[in-house]
Every structure is written in C-alpha cells, then in structure tokens.
C-alpha cells in the first residue's frame, strides 16, 4: 500500500501546478483524500480534502478559488490543481487518506492515517 505524491517544483508568483498523488495496492476511491502542507517551523495544516466517490469537497479558506481537487477513478490518483500561486504556498505538500472517513473529509491531519513522501513546491521570482 503506497501513496506517491508529484509535480512540484518552482513557480513564479502566479504560476499554477498540478499535484498528483497516485496509489497502488489499493483503491484510492474507497476513502477520503486529503492534501496538506507544511511550511518550515509551521505545523501540518490541511488544503483539501475529497470524499470518496467524490461526494464533497473541502478548502481551506487560503486556497478556495485558486485551488481545485480531483480524481481520476482509472489512474487512481487525485489531483491538486493549483492556479494563483503565491510565496505563502511554498511549502512540502502531502496526500494522505483515511479508513475512518469515507462519506465526507475534513482537513483535520490527525483524521488520516497514510501519508505520502510529500513534493516540495516553491513559490518565487
């Protein structure tokens, strides 16, 4: 069971990324995915979060409207598409999911019980 995060990099202000966040031995529709970030000396915080079946979709009030997540049931990966960057962006980014949570998601790390390595994105001119 193994989950590998990619598509980081270095963006100038503005720029947009995709994440990918790809399974293998497993399902990754059954349960919830949840993104997050972690900036230096900063805690863990949650970016969003899908349900499965894709049934709900959460943001956290920093990324709405820049950022966007999605799955691809046939390559059973889900995605963080994100446009707008700024340099508070920059940080180590990591999918996770959770067997608790199936129906809906939240942006809570503690909630979710497989990470991934992570992909370091870095926003700057």
């Known amino acids: 069971l193994q989950l590998v995060e990619s598509g980081g990099g270095l963006v100038q202000p503005g720029g947009s990324l995709r994440l990918s966040c790809a399974a293998s031995?497993?399902?990754?529709?059954?349960?919830?995915v949840g993104w997050f970030r972690q900036a230096p000396g900063k805690e863990r915080e949650g970016v969003s979060c899908i349900a499965s079946s894709d049934l709900s979709t959460t943001y956290a009030d920093s990324v709405k409207g820049r950022f966007t997540i999605s799955r691809d049931n046939a390559k059973n990966t889900v995605y963080l598409q994100m446009n707008g960057l700024e340099p508070e962006d920059t940080a180590v980014y990591y999918c996770?999911?959770?067997?608790?949570?199936?129906?809906?998601?939240?942006?809570?790390?503690?909630?979710?019980?497989?990470w991934g390595q992570g992909t370091q994105v870095t926003v700057s001119s």
């Open positions: 031995g497993f399902t990754l529709d059954y349960y919830a």
């Open positions: 996770a999911y959770s067997i608790g949570l199936r129906r809906i998601c939240v942006l809570d790390p503690s909630q979710y019980d497989y």
